[in-house]
DNA sequence: AATAGGTATGGTGTCAGACATCTGACCGGA
DNA sequence: TCCGGTCAGATGTCTGACACCATACCTATT
């Protein structure tokens, strides 16, 4: 074929974001049916094979619906994006939320790891870790109270150019963040966490514990972040297994 | 073909049950590369088209990865199950915690909808909802406080065979739950909650506000659920978008 | 011997076309 | 009015082919 394609990426994952702007930007309504597959592997130039593997991802995370013999819909009500599902850093968290993100540093330094971090991160008791405590600031409130902890080994040209974003920071290493196993709790006081943030009494934490993996499956960050809930709101969408 | 199925659901369903069922039951272990996708179909006798689709699902779920041109492999860390975006009812989720549920009541019976029941719920003003108030138990212990709103229309045969768990009163009416809009949020105190669960000092508990839907998007349960975290764990597997 | 480059092989990615099956609407006769 | 047949159009599945990619191996050059 020979074909020229400025995006490398697998054809059907530009349809799905094909779909997705057009449905997005309210070309397409919800509830409406969309054109036939054969109709619409012609329109966006691909084989109707491809278009269906988009259109099985989508119905996966269900913004369409399909029913054989019928046609394929968009759903009724659009998924809520930005679930705690998706994973973001928190600059880009508070960014999403149209604040500008700070930094207040707390403690950054090299250390040894405890038991349990060299449990959880895959380590030997000679390895360090990079180790930081700060206080993230939306509109210079804070906000996020996090605790992190990376490998030093990891971070091949040390953590020189650091300007507040780990996540761009295990970019540049070449470990970029692919996903992350978080566990979510409640908090009513911490000693150090709560006067830090400045919680009004009576308000509850959200504290995310997260093994951040590269996408080799190798731990590449553990972090603790505590949020304040009258900034940020977490939601998810639960489907029947 | 004329072939005659059992099981009516879509093949490529089948094929998913198929691998997962082999995947788990150690016939194939983490990290190793599955057969190709030609040996694959004939082996399930599908067509690789639909063995395609199937991989393409488990891909997106993270239990496989796929590289071109070189081969389909098994994850390295098995994805957690049962995380917080499986919906399961609280009867489920304590007899999936090897516990036996049970039920306080503390209120049950009909009443008008407050305008922000009626604005989630779609619902006028003369409909009214049935709502109640529960306590649930594992192996007695109080561990969940449950505050329920149901549209009475969407009851046909009223509630009468009701035995807690509100999934399947729904079922009977005809309109099993498919998903759930959920907002999490953490609690530091409630004066009626915590003394009810009886939640010792300095424990906060996770509020579960969930707005349920049946398969044609209609809501059909609007829920509370206070939750000990002593007893409930919850986590989910956050991706990078 | 070490290394750079070509080639063979076997994997996934994409395509085109065909037939199977399901659904809803239309239509005509009891 | 009701019921069953028919038909069009949609998704579901299959087949076979070729393109593209990654790796292993071989070869020629250094």
Same mark, same amino acid.
């Given at each position: 074929?020979n074909?020229i394609r400025p995006?490398t990426r697998p054809?059907y994952?530009l349809v799905?974001?094909?779909?997705?702007?057009?449905?997005?930007s309210?070309e397409?309504?919800?509830g409406?049916?969309l054109?036939s597959?054969?109709e619409l592997?012609?329109?966006f130039g @691909?084989s109707?094979a491809?278009?269906r593997e988009?259109?099985? !991802?989508?119905e996966e995370? %269900?913004l369409v619906v399909? &029913?054989?013999? @019928? %046609?394929?819909f968009? +759903?009724?009500?659009?998924?809520?994006?930005?679930?705690?599902e998706q994973l973001?850093s !928190?600059?880009?968290?508070i960014?999403? +939320?149209n &604040? !500008?993100?700070?930094?207040?540093?707390k403690q !950054?330094g090299?250390m040894?790891?405890? $038991?349990?971090? &060299?449990?959880?991160? *895959?380590?030997s008791?000679?390895?360090s870790?990079?180790c930081?405590?700060?206080i993230?600031?939306?509109?210079?409130?804070?906000v996020?109270?996090?605790?992190?902890?990376i490998?030093?080994?990891?971070l091949?040209h %040390?953590?020189r150019?650091?300007? *507040?974003?780990?996540?761009e920071?295990? $970019?540049? +290493? *070449?470990r970029?963040?692919a996903?992350?196993?978080?566990e979510?709790?409640?908090?009513?006081y911490?000693?150090?966490v709560?006067p830090?943030?400045d919680?009004p009494? %009576?308000? +509850?934490?959200?504290?995310l $514990?997260?093994?951040?993996f590269?996408?080799?499956?190798?731990? @590449?960050?553990?972090?603790?972040?505590?949020?304040r809930?009258?900034?940020f709101?977490?939601?998810?969408l639960?489907r029947r297994?």
């Amino acid at each position: 074929m020979n074909h020229i394609r400025p995006d490398t990426r697998p054809l059907y994952m530009l349809v799905i974001d094909r779909i997705k702007e057009l449905s997005s930007s309210g070309e397409w309504s919800p509830g409406t049916r969309l054109p036939s597959e054969f109709e619409l592997a012609k329109q966006f130039g @691909v084989s109707r094979a491809t278009l269906r593997e988009a259109l099985r !991802v989508l119905e996966e995370e %269900g913004l369409v619906v399909r &029913r054989h013999g @019928v %046609g394929t819909f968009l +759903a009724e009500r659009s998924v809520v994006r930005a679930g705690i599902e998706q994973l973001f850093s !928190v600059t880009e968290w508070i960014e999403r +939320a149209n &604040r !500008v993100p700070g930094t207040v540093e707390k403690q !950054v330094g090299e250390m040894l790891p405890t $038991e349990q971090d &060299r449990d959880r991160l *895959g380590l030997s008791e000679r390895e360090s870790i990079l180790c930081m405590t700060r206080i993230r600031t939306a509109d210079g409130d804070p906000v996020v109270y996090c605790e992190d902890r990376i490998p030093t080994r990891v971070l091949r040209h %040390g953590w020189r150019g650091f300007d *507040g974003s780990l996540f761009e920071l295990l $970019e540049a +290493a *070449g470990r970029p963040i692919a996903y992350a196993q978080t566990e979510i709790k409640p908090v009513a006081y911490h000693d150090t966490v709560f006067p830090a943030l400045d919680v009004p009494a %009576g308000e +509850a934490l959200l504290l995310l $514990e997260q093994l951040h993996f590269d996408a080799n499956d190798q731990p @590449v960050l553990l972090s603790s972040n505590y949020f304040r809930t009258d900034t940020f709101h977490f939601h998810v969408l639960r489907r029947r297994p």
